[in-house]
């Protein structure tokens, strides 16, 4: 008995003791909250006193946890190949979750377990979207000073008048510096400026002397190219001393008084109208090229992008009524018709090419990913804004096919100094032996110090921070208004792809302005077609982040070949397999010949490059090395559905494509399904 009463005396003080904690502890909390709340710290205050609560493990410590949710690092899988020791993954620091996230707490035991494992795991930023301050977090005196403001702002239509005639200001002001740095001498885009090398017959050649159209693949490294040394690549260009002296003379003339910054009143007047601000996407859209526009707006949101999107149409004629004022607004995305902010004297002056340049002064954004209108995203490209390479170059570029065609008289031109003695890399690869040589003139022109590095630029794709590279996009403006008559063959020498690609990376390169250059080959993608090589049909771009992840760690190059081709006759050989890097995740498609025209895909086959054959079977346009490459995402399948979707689930208007319930239409649709069949069957 007298043993039972001690047992339920002590079993009593035992409760008793333990509630006098408990109150104690709930009276200290309520405290703390109270004195730290007066200070503007409570949600900071409770993080700490739940994690100084002792015994964490007690039944106290977990009813505060499941109470509270803890903000900690929560964390994404971005690029998963650990079989081929890499993982990269976004932590987001700051987010809220419950101790329960099943792809954090996984990827926390990959870090545990990535020695033993032998992979490495890469952190990067994940894409938030714009961070807006709160209204609620102004002092009274910026509310006041915004309420004053107000008052006294001007009627938004009046507004927004103001800034147009301050951007056509601007462009008329670069327009007359152009103008007034026009080279003396006429325009050297001749084939008079080849005839030398036809005549001297020295190296391989077109029929009129220019370098031969698609050599120099820079993945296949054909035996029998020859090295572009400083004699090759001055050898098919040539100048006279008074045309050299005439476009240096222009040239320096426009460094001298160019402009380094965006006008402090352009930024004033556009600051109401987002110019100059945030991060975003824009096309050059316009006419037929808003068909291609929708499609890869369609697939870009399908992908989960949220990053809004301008449409650069470059004439009101060209603007579709249904595109701009009802599709696009649905997909976060509006048209800006250029020649509003561009003077009627400059849309005389430029087109084609020159368009780009423009289109990305005139876009709103700060921060770019300009895409071609046939340029499909296979990947979100969100997250490349706030991650490097963008985060500290400000400007990516990406690879085409070739090598460096760029003239050493360019170099020359622009006062660009190219030590001919100093070689600072190897573009080709391990095993080769026309990558050194004792003699500096026998190495690539392109591997010296002071030269734009391999490979020439692909330009259907490319980011750029506006304000990082205002000078940049200034002095691309002169080399692309003189591109035609003057600096294209500079940098192309009338090989493949002459034209804008060039004029950025150049700029940015004169300049001295940190750029990247994605070292992952460009990759083309099509049928099967003669010496066993692949038809141009579209051409894929890889992921800048995986890429700059290799390109800061060892022994990440891949093993190349021992024998090459001997050139892109010989179907002995091939390289189409090889990477640059180990691990590479395809990003872009750039979807260039053919082009998704509806009428011209599916009524006319595109000429024979369409879906079907030249037997008229049906066909994988990318082959089925394409779903190699994406892990088996079919992103032909996914881009004919996003076609379908626009252009026969609904009723859309579009220049060029037939109209709703015409028989046209109804044959196109008929085609796409019959496509979507095969590609699900095949």
């Not at 037929?288 to 707006?297: D, E, H, R, W």
């Not at 691990?583 to 509806?598: D, G, T």
Request: one cysteine or more.
């Amino acid at each position: 008995m007298f043993t039972m009463a001690v047992q339920v005396m002590s079993q009593k003080s035992t409760r008793l003791i333990f509630a006098g904690l408990l109150l104690v502890v709930v009276l200290n909390i309520s405290f703390f909250f109270y004195e730290k709340s007066r200070s503007g710290e409570f949600e900071v205050s409770l993080e700490k006193l739940v994690s100084a609560v002792p015994g964490t493990g007690s039944s106290v410590g977990e009813d505060l946890s499941a109470l509270v949710k803890i903000k900690k690092a929560v964390y994404r899988p971005y690029y998963d190949d650990r079989n081929n020791g890499l993982l990269v993954v976004s932590r987001l620091e700051g987010a809220v979750w419950d101790e329960k996230d099943a792809q954090t707490l996984k990827i926390r035991e990959m870090f545990a377990r990535q020695e033993k494992e032998e992979f490495t795991i890469f952190e990067i930023a994940p894409y938030e979207g714009e961070s807006i301050e709160s209204s609620d977090a102004k002092t009274d005196a910026e509310k006041e000073d915004l309420s004053e403001t107000k008052k006294n702002e001007k009627n938004p239509i009046v507004a927004y008048a103001d800034f147009q005639t301050t951007f056509i200001s601007f462009f008329d002001e670069i327009m007359k510096h152009l103008d007034d740095c026009k080279p003396s001498v006429r325009g050297i885009n001749t084939d008079e400026h080849y005839r030398k090398a036809l005549e001297e017959d020295k190296f391989p050649h077109t029929k009129n002397g220019k370098m031969p159209t698609y050599g120099g693949h820079l993945r296949e490294q054909y035996k029998n190219e020859p090295v572009r040394t400083y004699e090759y690549l001055k050898y098919f260009f040539r100048l006279s001393d008074d045309e050299v002296r005439s476009l240096k003379s222009s040239h320096e003339k426009y460094l001298q008084n160019m402009k380094t910054a965006a006008p402090e009143n352009l930024l004033k007047y556009g600051a109401k109208h987002g110019y100059m601000q945030g991060n975003g996407i824009i096309y050059l859209g316009g006419g037929k090229y808003n068909q291609l526009v929708l499609t890869s707006i369609s697939v870009l949101r399908s992908l989960g992008s949220v990053m809004p999107v301008e449409v650069l149409i470059p004439k009101k004629k060209d603007f579709d009524i249904d595109l701009c004022n009802t599709i696009l607004p649905k997909l976060n995305a509006k048209c800006k018709v250029i020649e509003d902010f561009v003077p009627a004297s400059v849309m005389l002056k430029i087109g084609g090419f020159q368009l780009k340049n423009v289109a990305l002064l005139v876009s709103s954004f700060q921060n770019v990913l300009y895409l071609d209108a046939d340029n499909i995203p296979i990947k979100n490209p969100d997250i490349l804004f706030v991650n490097e390479p963008f985060k500290s170059s400000r400007m990516v570029m990406w690879p085409d096919l070739w090598r460096r065609l760029t003239s050493p008289l360019y170099y020359d031109i622009a006062g660009i100094t190219v030590d001919k003695a100093y070689q600072v890399r190897n573009s080709y690869f391990p095993g080769d032996g026309r990558g050194k040589s004792l003699d500096p003139f026998l190495i690539s022109y392109h591997d010296l110090k002071g030269a734009i590095p391999e490979a020439l630029s692909e330009t259907g794709q490319m980011m750029i921070d506006k304000e990082k590279h205002f000078s940049t996009l200034i002095l691309s403006m002169y080399y692309n208004f003189y591109g035609p008559d003057y600096y294209y063959p500079l940098f192309s020498q009338g090989a493949a792809g002459e034209g804008d690609k060039e004029t950025f990376i150049a700029a940015a390169h004169k300049l001295e302005l940190p750029y990247y250059q994605v070292g992952e080959f460009n990759r083309e993608f099509g049928p099967m077609g003669k010496n066993n090589k692949r038809e141009y049909f579209g051409m894929g771009q890889y992921d800048p982040i995986v890429d700059y992840v290799q390109s800061t760690a060892e022994n990440r190059h891949s093993t190349p070949l021992k024998e090459y081709a001997t050139d892109q006759l010989d179907s002995s050989k091939d390289n189409y397999d090889f990477h640059f890097y180990k691990l590479h995740s395809l990003m872009f498609l750039h979807a260039n010949w053919p082009k998704f025209y509806v009428a011209e895909m599916f009524d006319r086959n595109s000429f024979g490059r369409g879906p079907k054959d030249a037997e008229n079977k049906r066909r994988r346009l990318y082959s089925d090395y394409m779903l190699k490459e994406t892990g088996d995402f079919d992103i032909e399948l996914h881009i004919m559905r996003h076609i379908e979707l626009w252009a026969c689930d609904t009723r859309i208007f579009l220049t060029e494509v037939p109209e709703p319930d015409t028989e046209g239409r109804k044959k196109i649709c008929t085609e796409v399904a019959a496509q979507i069949d095969f590609l699900i069957g095949g």
